[in-house]
T-cell receptor, first 114, second 116 residues
């Protein structure tokens, strides 16, 4: 059991709305990454937070934003939702920033945009 | 940019038999790490095995082993004595070994079915 929890598990939103997804990282982990997994695809890196600052970003528009809190939990915010934003959003936490560091994943939030 | 390719969308194996999942990647870096993740219907990605590029020895974790061919940029996963619980999506992933490296680059996955 990894200890990374995400909420909510499922969510339905209307195009144009805004959504906030939450992630509670595993105890002792100071790094959180977010991934988008479209149906039938592998996860795509959105961004990473290390000690409350964004320190890496994938090819996603600015309407995807995030926060990391002092307790290292994190939020992913998506504004102006589009139909293509429908996907599984995965959060992963780790004790470091890369290399051989193991990333522990949560069970994801399934977002449906209608 | 690095890319990861999994050419087998679906595979099946008889229980107790052996199956090999393929993965190739493209990179110009010499320092990197490779991973195999399992994603069961519960959706949670679980690390199966990892390989450091600078290590020539293939990684092994119980029934799971890899065949790492650095020159060919190939990283296949062998599952021995397949069990029903091995049925899942399997993703190959790449991570740069450079300072500040963080993102995992995933392939599209292979769906493994285990036949009783």
């Amino acid at each position: 059991e990894t200890g990374v929890t995400q909420s909510p598990t499922h969510l339905i939103k209307t195009r144009g709305q805004q959504v906030t997804l939450r992630c509670s990282s595993q105890s002792g982990h100071n790094t959180v990454s977010w991934y988008q997994q479209a149906l039938g695809q592998g996860p795509q890196f959105i961004f990473q937070y290390y000690r409350e600052e964004e320190n890496g970003r994938g090819n996603f528009p600015p309407r995807f934003s995030g926060l990391q809190f002092p307790n290292y939990s994190s939020e992913l915010n998506v504004n102006a939702l589009e139909l293509d934003d429908s996907a599984l959003y995965l959060c992963a936490s780790s004790t470091g920033q890369g290399g051989n560091t193991e990333a522990f994943f949560g069970q994801g939030t399934r977002l449906t945009v209608v | 940019a690095q890319t990861v390719t999994q050419s087998q969308p679906e595979m099946s194996v008889q229980e107790a038999e052996t199956v090999t999942l393929s993965c190739t990647y493209d990179t110009s870096e010499s320092d990197y790490y490779l991973f195999w993740y399992k994603q069961p219907p519960s959706r949670q990605m679980i690390l199966v095995i990892r390989q450091e590029a600078y290590k020539q020895q293939n990684a092994t974790e119980n029934r799971f082993s890899v065949n790492f061919q650095k020159a060919a940029k190939s990283f296949s996963l062998k599952i021995s004595d397949s069990q029903l619980g091995d049925a899942a999506m399997y993703f190959c992933a790449y991570r740069s070994g450079g300072a500040g490296s963080y993102q995992l680059t995933f392939g599209k996955g292979t769906k493994l079915s285990v036949i009783p």
